[in-house]
C-alpha cells in the first residue's frame, strides 16, 4: 500500500524492442540488467507502441492521446488535454524531462510544455562540451550520450531538491550512428558474455555489424547507473520506474510488419507486493490510466472523475484480450492496426501470440470488422484532433473555476473582397490569468483562395495595441477549396495573461482579416472563459 506520493520515473529507451528479450533472436540478451531487472518487475512481452518511430512516445505514454494527422505533439496547435505530467503537476508534484539532444525534435518541447512540464534539459554546462557524440559528414550531432544525460539529470536534481517528482527520460544512444563512448570496453562485454553462455563461436558474425549491439550493452549500463544511482540517493525506496522503448531497433531488420511496434515494458519499484511477468496484450496507451488510477485509488492525488483517455489501463488478465491499437507508420499514415490478437495491415489479416512471429488468417468476417473499425477510428482521430474536442475545459482545470466571459453569436452576414471584417469587441471587467477562446463557424465560399484570418487584436484602456493573435487549425487552413458548399469548423485556444493581456478594462476586438474571396458566414459563434 502507498502511504506517500512516490516519485514516478519513465525511462524511454530509444529504438530498444521486444527482441532483446526473445533468446530465439539473438545468441545471448545483449540487456543482461533489464533482463534480470524484468524478473524482479511487472513485465509485458506483447507491449506495442503506437508509431515505428519516436515522434509518438511521448502523447502515447504521457498522455494516452489519439495520432492528429501527422502525430499529436506535431499539431500546429495543440489541443487541450489531460495527461499524467499535468495532473501531477497539479498534485505538487515536480516535473522534469532529461534528454541529451534538441528538445523540439518532433514537437516534444511543444508538447510538454503545454502539459505544464517544469524542468526541460536544454543547457548543457561547458564541461560537457568534449562530451557529443561524433558528428556526422554534415556537422550534425544528435547530442550527448545517455551517461552523461544521467549525469546532468541528478546535477539538477540536487540543484532543485524537489520531491515528489515526475522524472521522464528519453535516452538517445541507440540510435544510428550509434556514437558510443569507450566502445572497446563494451566490446569486451560482448565476449565476456558469449564465453559466459558458451556462444563465443558467434562472435565474428556480431562483430560485422557490432554498433546497434554495442549501444544496448551502453543503453543497459547505463539504465543500471541510473537505478543504482537513486539508490544512493535514498530515492529508490518510493520509486515507481517504468521502463520501455520508443520502438524497435530498424538496423536489425524486421522479422515481420508487427514486430516494428513490439517493445518491452517493464514497471519496477520496491513498492510491487509481487512481480510477474504477463502475456497480455498492452500498449503505451495503457500506462499513464494505470498509474494515475494507481495513485488515484490511494487517494493520493486529485483527478478530475472523468477521463479521455486511448487506453484503458494495462492489463494483468492474460485471457483478457479486447485491445483496439492503432498503429501510424513513419510516414503518418494509419494503415494497420492491433485488436485482440489479430495484427491487420493493407487489407492483409494476421494472428500472433508474441509481438515477433505472425501468421496468415482466413478469417474474412473479422478482417472485415476490423478494417471497418480502423477507418471509423481515423475519421473520429482527425474530428477531435482538429476540432479539440479531445476533454472538455471543466476535466483539464477541475481544481479551478472557470468562469464565463462572453457568449456571441453573430447574424449571417457576407463579407468583400480586401475588406477586413469587424465581428465584435468586449471589455473586460476583471484580470484573468488564462482566457480560453472556442470559435465555431459555418461559412461557404466562391473561390479557392486562402482562408482569411480569424484574429483579435488586444488593446489596454487607452485604446493601445498591445498585442494580437490568429486562431486557425489544420482544418482550417487545409479546406479552403470546396466552393459552394457550407463547412463547419471549431477553433480553440487558450492564452496565457503574461502579466498585461487580459487585466480589467482591456478590450479584445475580433475581426476577419485578410478577407480575399468573398464569404457567406452562417454561423459564427464565440465562447470565452477564464480562470482569475
Not at 3 to 22: A, D, L, M, W
Not at 240 to 262: K, P, Q, R, S
Not at 451 to 480: A, C, G, Q, T, W
Request: charged share 25%.
Amino acid at each position: 500500500k502507498l502511504k506517500k506520493k512516490p516519485n514516478v520515473v519513465f525511462v524511454i529507451i530509444e529504438s530498444f524492442g521486444g527482441r532483446f528479450f526473445n533468446p530465439k533472436k539473438d545468441p545471448i540478451c545483449f540487456a543482461p540488467y533489464l533482463d534480470s531487472l524484468k524478473n524482479k518487475s511487472l513485465y509485458w512481452k506483447n507491449c506495442f507502441s503506437t508509431a515505428e518511430r519516436t515522434f509518438s512516445v511521448l502523447p502515447s505514454t504521457l498522455g494516452s492521446l489519439p495520432y492528429g494527422a501527422k502525430g499529436f505533439s506535431e499539431i500546429d496547435f495543440l489541443p487541450e488535454h489531460l495527461s499524467i505530467t499535468s495532473l501531477l503537476k497539479s498534485n505538487d508534484y515536480y516535473g522534469s524531462f532529461f534528454y541529451g539532444g534538441w528538445t523540439g525534435f518532433h514537437g516534444m518541447e511543444r508538447l510538454l510544455k503545454k502539459q505544464n512540464i517544469d524542468y526541460m534539459t536544454q543547457h548543457y554546462p561547458a564541461k560537457y562540451k568534449d562530451k557529443l557524440m561524433k558528428k556526422d559528414a554534415n556537422g550534425f550531432s544528435w547530442g550527448y550520450p545517455d551517461g552523461e544525460m544521467i549525469n546532468r539529470s541528478f546535477e539538477v536534481m540536487d540543484s532543485l531538491q524537489k520531491k515528489p517528482m515526475l522524472n521522464i527520460y528519453l535516452t538517445l544512444s541507440t540510435h544510428s550512428p550509434f556514437s558510443i563512448p569507450n566502445k572497446p570496453q563494451h566490446i569486451e562485454t560482448i565476449k565476456n558474455l558469449l564465453a559466459k553462455n558458451n556462444k563465443s563461436d558467434q562472435l565474428d558474425d556480431i562483430l560485422k555489424n557490432s554498433d546497434p549491439y554495442v549501444s544496448v550493452i551502453y543503453a543497459d549500463k547505463c539504465v543500471k547507473k541510473l537505478i543504482n544511482t537513486y539508490k544512493e540517493k535514498g530515492l529508490y525506496d518510493n520509486t515507481i520506474f517504468v521502463i520501455t522503448g520508443d520502438h524497435f531497433m530498424h538496423e536489425l531488420g524486421a522479422e515481420n510488419a508487427l514486430e516494428i511496434y513490439n517493445v518491452p515494458l517493464i514497471v519496477h519499484s520496491p513498492l510491487l507486493k509481487k512481480h510477474e511477468n504477463f502475456d497480455a496484450i498492452v500498449s503505451h496507451h495503457d500506462v499513464t490510466p494505470s498509474l494515475i488510477n494507481l495513485l488515484k485509488n490511494h487517494k493520493l492525488i486529485n483527478t478530475p472523475t472523468i477521463f479521455d483517455w486511448m487506453g484503458y489501463g494495462l492489463e494483468t488478465n492474460n485471457k483478457i484480450n479486447n485491445k483496439f491499437i492503432p498503429l501510424m507508420q513513419n510516414n503518418k499514415e494509419i494503415v494497420s492496426c492491433i485488436y485482440r490478437d489479430y495484427f491487420y495491415i493493407n487489407n492483409e489479416l494476421y494472428r500472433f501470440k508474441t509481438g515477433q512471429y505472425i501468421h496468415p488468417s482466413k478469417d474474412e468476417g473479422m478482417k472485415k470488422k476490423i478494417a471497418e473499425r480502423l477507418e471509423n477510428f481515423k475519421k473520429v482521430n482527425y474530428n477531435i484532433c482538429s476540432n479539440d474536442l479531445i476533454t472538455p475545459l471543466e476535466h483539464i482545470f477541475f481544481n479551478q473555476e472557470l468562469k464565463e466571459i462572453c457568449k456571441y453569436s453573430s447574424p449571417e452576414f457576407e463579407t468583400e473582397k480586401s475588406v477586413d471584417k469587424k465581428i465584435n469587441t468586449i471589455e473586460l471587467t476583471k484580470n484573468y490569468k488564462k482566457v480560453f477562446f472556442d470559435f465555431s463557424l459555418k461559412m461557404s465560399y466562391q473561390d479557392t483562395l486562402q482562408n482569411p484570418n480569424i484574429m483579435i487584436n488586444i488593446l489596454n484602456e487607452k485604446n493601445e495595441k498591445i498585442d494580437y493573435f490568429m486562431f486557425k487549425n489544420d482544418k482550417y487552413v487545409s479546406l479552403h477549396d470546396k466552393v459552394n458548399k457550407y463547412l463547419e469548423f471549431h477553433i480553440t485556444r487558450t492564452i496565457d495573461n503574461n502579466g498585461k493581456l487580459f487585466n480589467k478594462k482591456n478590450k479584445l476586438v475580433f475581426i476577419i482579416q485578410d478577407v480575399r474571396k468573398e464569404i457567406k458566414m452562417e454561423k459564427f459563434k464565440i465562447k470565452i472563459q477564464g480562470i482569475e
